[in-house]
């Protein structure tokens, strides 16, 4: 049998691979193309999480196939010290579609690498070490990002890196600092969180990471304001302001970056998942005052893949097609239908508590009673399955938490949007009777 039951594909899947995050999805994935994959048994699935929130453009884009053949013919990989003409045109293009002057660029190959390098530049630019992070952030598995997550467990590997500090994530559906009539408060939240930094800190905040919308951690949009205030926060403690835009860049939020509706130029904004639009590209932008002290103090990050032709190629096109395509416009129009269907469902399925995120970067939080919001974490995965066995692919967040992260490609259409409706409803009526 060589569908997704393969009992030999299973066996060496077992037998052979690391399990690096939970269990594995229980089909076989044989092709992807357009905003669906195929599965061994020939079942055609609505990918609704762009691969792992990365494929924007869909799956094998032509344009993309096009590029990354040529590239992979004529220019793949370099001596890290050595430049070609896809990776300075790449850099300059990013410099000019950034927000403010953040007008240098290194380029990398994953998030976690690009958040490094900006944690690093700050320490180094600041001489100091301390790292404020949100409660519920994710910005990568490797040591200094690893050391400002905190929405995956940080148990059994010891230490992190000194001067990790904690700030209360800004979540509008279950915060303590709701109150009686659902008014958030979130201007004490930010103080009370500030409170505590300064309490904690030694007097050497280097700098702020945030996601402009915190995905991972159950798509927690900060209310307009408070990333402002958060900024002004920043800047009233000379720190440093990094924004991860891995999943919120490049418009999946309506937006080109995130932070464009909050007003907020950070000193360093990270680009990584959707730059590739599903292959391994990321980069780190900060501005020329910054850059040029760094450098001046030796600023190190050479790694393997740094300013790598290939995937180089690719961004350029990957931008390209953005632009060209008006896909930030589509994310906010298309955002609109997917929010207005899924708000329609919360009408129907108590087990729905809130419906939240922004263009299509969407969250929807499955709660076994309103008024309690406790999570239903069982129920959320119970309705992954159904929808999986529907044909269609989706995310629960880790945690404890039932939301789910809704975030399909930005070339999805309106009648796919309409089928990933109608199978969440299905999927939610089989689980909940
Ligand atoms: C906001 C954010 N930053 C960084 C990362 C880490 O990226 P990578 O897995 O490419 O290292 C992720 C991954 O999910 C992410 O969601």
Request: charged fraction near 20%; charge should be negative; aromatic fraction near 6%.
């Amino acid at each position: 049998m060589k569908g997704n039951g393969d009992p030999a594909f299973w066996a060496k899947a077992k037998a052979h691979l690391v399990r690096y995050g939970g269990a594995f999805s229980p089909v076989i994935a044989a092709s992807a193309k357009g905003n669906y994959f195929t599965d061994a048994d020939g079942r055609r699935i609505l990918d609704f999480t762009s691969g792992q929130m990365s494929a924007i453009l869909g799956h094998s884009h032509p344009e993309i196939v096009e590029v990354a053949q040529r590239s992979i013919a004529e220019l793949d990989h370099l001596y890290s010290t050595l430049l070609s003409r896809p990776v300075v045109e790449l850099a300059a293009l990013i410099a000019e579609i950034a927000p403010g002057a953040l007008d240098r660029v290194l380029l990398v190959s994953t998030g976690g690498e690009s958040n490094e390098a900006a944690l690093r530049m700050a320490k180094l630019v600041t001489g100091c070490h301390e790292i404020v992070a949100f409660s519920r952030s994710w910005h990568g598995v490797t040591g200094g990002a690893a050391s400002a997550t905190y929405s995956s467990s940080r148990r059994g590997y010891g230490p992190g890196q000194p001067g990790a500090l904690v700030l209360p994530a800004p979540d509008t559906y279950r915060s303590r600092f709701i109150d009686q009539r659902g008014v958030y408060d979130w201007r004490s939240e930010l103080d009370f969180g500030f409170e505590l930094v300064d309490r904690q800190s030694t007097g050497a905040l280097a700098a702020c990471i945030a996601e402009p919308i915190l995905s991972s951690g159950g798509v927690l949009e900060p209310p307009e304001g408070y990333v402002a205030a958060l900024a002004e926060k920043c800047r009233e403690r000379d720190m440093q302001l990094i924004f991860d835009e891995a999943q919120t860049g490049l418009g999946r939020t309506g937006h080109l970056f995130a932070c464009e509706r909050d007003g907020v130029v950070p000193q360093y904004l990270t680009l990584s998942k959707t730059l590739g639009a599903g292959l391994p590209l990321a980069a780190m932008l900060t501005t020329p005052e910054i850059e040029d002290i760094v450098a001046e103090r030796g600023f190190l990050f050479y790694t393997t893949h740094a300013s790598d032709p290939l995937p180089a190629a690719v961004g350029l096109k990957v931008i390209e097609v953005i632009l060209r395509e008006g896909l930030s416009a589509r994310a906010a129009r298309l955002g609109e239908r997917l929010k207005a269907g899924l708000l329609a469902l919360q009408q129907r399925y108590d087990c729905i508590g809130d419906v939240r995120g922004r263009g299509l970067l969407l969250g929807v939080d499955l709660v076994k009673d309103r008024r309690t919001k406790a999570p239903d974490a069982e129920l959320a995965q119970h309705v992954a399955r159904e929808c999986l066995a529907l044909g269609m692919m989706t995310s629960v967040v880790r945690g404890g938490f039932g939301i789910f992260r809704i975030a399909p490609p930005l070339t999805i259409e309106p009648h796919e949007i309409d089928l990933g409706l109608e199978i969440f409803d299905q999927a939610l009526g089989r689980a909940t009777h």
